[in-house]
Each structure stands twice: as C-alpha cells, then as structure tokens.
C-alpha cells in the first residue's frame, strides 16, 4: 500500500467529516440563557476519529482486495465456519454444549433475557421463511410482514372470537399464511426483480392498512389485547413460567423449522427453486413448473411467517399494526441477506446477531442505531456473502471411467 | 414426427411469424437458416411453449401440442438448448447436468447418460466441480448441449449453438451434432445463422424470411441454390 496517497486520502476525508458534522456537533444553542455554545473540542475529535476510521478502512479494503489473490481455488469456496462445521470431531461436542446451553438458558438468565431470546428466535423462523422466498427462490419479497401479521392476527381474533387456545390456532395461523402466500403469488407470477418487489411492497402495506382501518374487523389501531399465553396442559402458568414455556416451545419449533428447511433445500423442490433464482428461460426448458415452483416458495415461505406470528401473538398478548409496519419486512430481510442468503446456519446467525446485538447495544443509548448501521456496512463491505455464506453439497462424481487427468481439447 | 402447420406467434401487437409450416421426420437433422429477425427462434420458442402461438397448430408424434405449458411439452420429450446458453451461472457442472434431468427418476439411465455426455464432451469430466459460470464460451455451449441431451429428447431443439464461439470450436460442436444425431437417433431441429455450417450437417432446410417460409429443399440442393448462396452464405 502506497502509504503517502492513501494518508492525504484520509486526510481529505477528516476534512469533509469535520465540515458535516459541525452545525450538529459544535453549535448548540441553549435556549434557556440564549447564548450559543461553541464546542471546538468536538470537531478536533470527529477530526481525529475521522480520519483513523477512513484510514483504517482502506487498510482493509486493500488487505481485502490482496487476500482474494492469494487464495487458492480450495479455500475459496469454503469459509472457516463451513470447513469447521465439515469437522466431524468438534461438531458434536459443540453441538452438545449448544443443545445443554439452550435448554438451561431460561434457568440461568433472567426472565427479560429469555424474553429477548423468544424475540430472537421469532425471527429465526420468520428468517428462516424469507429465505426461502429470497435466498433459494430469488424473489425479492418486500411485504414478508404481512403474513406474520396475518398469523398474529388470525390467532387474537380466532381467540377473541371463538376462543381458541395456541395449539389449535398455530396450524391455522400456518394455513392461513400460506393461503395469503398463493394469493400473492398469483398476480406476481409474472414479475421478477425490482417490479416484484414493490408488488410486495404493496402487499404488505395493503394487509397493513386494512388492520389499520378496518376497526369492526380487526379493532383497528388499538389493537387487540388479553391474547392469552400458551397454557401448559390447562394450567395458567405465571408470567415468569410462561415466558420459559413459550422458550421452550419456540426453540421446539425453530428446531423443525431449520430441520424441514435443510430438507427443503436438497429435495426436488429445492433444486427447482434454485434453477428459477439463477436462470428463469433455461428452468422453463429444462421442465420446471415455472408457476408451480413460484407459488410454491411463496406459500411455504409463508407459512413460517404465519406460525411465527401466532407465536408473537402469544408471547406479548397484545397486537396492534405497529407491529407489522414495513420496518419489519427489511429487519428480516437483513437477517436473510446478512446471514448469507440460502444458508440456514447463516440466517440463524443473523438473525441472534440482529436482534440481540441492539438489545445490548442499548449501554451506548442515542448511539445505538448508528453503530447498528455501521456494522451493517461494515458486514456488507468485508463479507458479502453473510456471515455463513451458502456452501451448496457438493456431488461427488462416482463413476471411474471418467479419471481426474487432464484431457487434451481438441 | 414434428409437424407445424400455419403458426402465427405475435410479441405484443408485432407479428413474429406469419403461418409457418415445417414437418420433421425422426431421426432427421432440419436446419431452419434465415437473417437476423426472420423469426427463426420465435418458431423455436413457440414449439417449446415458452412464446405460445396465437393460431395454428403444432404437432408431435401425432398429437397436438399447442397450448400445453413448456413443462409438459419437456416432458413428451422435446427439450430445448436455448439461444444464448442459459446455463446455471452459481450451479456446478455436475448439477447443471442434473437440471437437465429434472424430469427423470431412473438414476441409472440418468448415470448412463452422464457418462455419455462426458463421453461426447471429455473436457466437461474435468470440469464437473467447477461453476458453469466459469467456463469458457465454447465449454458453456457443450455444457448446455448435455444439459438437453440429460432430459433423454426425442426432438432437440437448438437454438445458434454457434453464437459467439471460434469457428473451430463451432466446426467440434457441429461434429458432435451430426455424431447425436447418428448414435442415439435423436432427431434435431437446428435453428442457425451459419448456413453454410448448418447446411452441411443437416438432411433438409428450411429457408425464413421474415416471418415466412421461403425456400424448403434437401440440404445439399439448398447449399448449391444460387438465391441462397448468394444471400447466406455470401458467395
């Protein structure tokens, strides 16, 4: 790395940063004695932080760039985590301590803890099912809320209504989902890309909406409150118990869910998806059901969508649109993107390191969100594959008429 | 065995073809030669389902097939190699092989007809682990072509399998046509910009001019046409 051009870069940079940030952060007026502050001390900061933080960015674009070259064909195509997870011996020891840490977890931390952790693991699953949709299937779904709201939903009115308990309204909230993935599906089979995300887009703000408005249906923005927490065999359990009852049913869940999906991914279906998300003309003549297959992703997305949101309907037992705004559609959407799209270890990485990482980010309160975003584009920049990036199973050749030497082109 | 009588397809309101006919024999190669935008590959793409016709009729084997989805149409045994490759980018060589057998479920004729393909295309055997994105024009070519004959065809459709590729690889590629042709029967419906090539290996032509059938004759008799030699093969 020339290092002269690079520093006066940085140097440039500092420049500029202490230019923006000035009005905010050496001007304050204080309005109780009317005069107006000077704080010089801060730009010498922002100048300082500035200009290592740029230059340590280049140091590691450009290491970035020079490791790409070194790395052989191998190593490649196989990140550190996915060569640890190939190694028989250390998986089922982590693995073990990982089972023994998730079960004793409720009973070692404290109930707000698990109540985080709960949170974390809805998105699991609703990460889970996105990435069905975007990261096997390559449709970019921008209103994935919108079936999580139809599940919360479907289990507060079914519950205020009829009264139904959590275990009869988790399939239909399932069902449901995926009845409203094919609705969407229907119209969007035809659209790919940028045109179908705001097709979603719309969706999810639609099924917003009508929550919003529709007050005779769905209560409106009030919401609907007294959902009643999963009971344990008839018995009402305490807040506390529910909470670690509800923990234990979502990690039972989040179980099969990551169980059914690792099949999802190398069955029929699966391989269907994939063909569709990287070459739709040669799908078609390769016989795929190009409509089938779509509909498909959507509904199955869906579906997790749908349990997940029963699931958050029981944990606050209280749910208003708020919850379901587009914000929520891109969180997941991150989870899906940043854990490594296609990759069921990546989307569960992603999806703890989502939700957790602003909860104890809350120490540094008012900064919470830049550091948030800071990381995302740092993550974005240095790895963009996600966290895990896919590693699709590789097909070992059996044959041996064909061997490995070199063969003339002719 | 395939026959195609007065096809019309439109793009939008554009009128691609204006009432094609072509009949296919099994075990034939037919090559359809015409300039750029005759409506070569329309008439491909309307006999795999991808651009439907709007009036006409197609048959194959007898039966009609106009109307039914691409994905039934691969499954009465008519498979496509599509203009411009199409192969999958992120997908091994292997498991683009495997795309191609996605209708199938005997694994052992699937096997079998691996070890063929790799037979007609060694340098795909060496290449299997490797990203389809990664090869070369030419590999990705022969990749699309085993990728097809992977489906087991009846009628295989190929759309300017020369595209963009060096003429002696163009020259190995119609070689392995011709040699698809002769030991597995599959009969060939090839559409082509290089006449001369395409005349060469083909037993009959069909001459496009836009939207239309112009000239239908033997291969060899198309090739010695003065017309023809004049305004394709540039004679």
Redesign the interface.
Known sequence: MNLFPELRKSFIASLWFMFLTFPIMVIRVNTIENIVEWRWMNLVFVGIGSFFLSWLWRYLLSRKEMGVNKKTDDQDRTSLVSRLMKNKQLIIPAAALLAIFTIIFPHIFSTYQTSIMITALIYVMLGLGLNIVVGLAGLLDLGYVAFYAVGAYAYGLLNYHFGLGFWTALPVGAALGALFGILLGFPVLRLRGDYLAIVTLGFGEIIRLILENWNEFSFGPSGIANIPRPSFFGMDLSIQWATVYIYYIVIGICCITIVIVGRLQDS?IG??W??LR??E??C????????RTKLNAFALGATWAGMAGVVFAAKTTFINPASFTIWESIIILCIVVLGGMGSVVGVVSGALVLILLPEYLRAFSEYRLLIFGAILIFMMVFRPGGIVSDV?R??R???S??D?K??E?? | MLKISDVKTYYGNIQALKGINVEIAQGEIITLIGANGAGKTTTLMSVSGIVPPRSGDIFFEGNPITGLKPHEIVELGICQVPEGRHIFPYLTVLENLDMGAFLRKDADGVRQDRDYVFSLFPILANRRHQAGGTLSGGEQQMLAISRALMARPRLLLMDEPSLGLAPLIVRQIFGIIKKINEESRTTIFLVEQNANLALKIAHRGYVMENGRITQTDTAADLLNNEDVRKAYLGV
């Open positions: 029929r391989r269907a994939i063909a990287e070459d003309i040669a078609q003549a390769m016989g795929i059901d190009k409509a699709r590789v097909y050749f059996e044959s008429a064909m490995d070199p063969q082109y002719s």
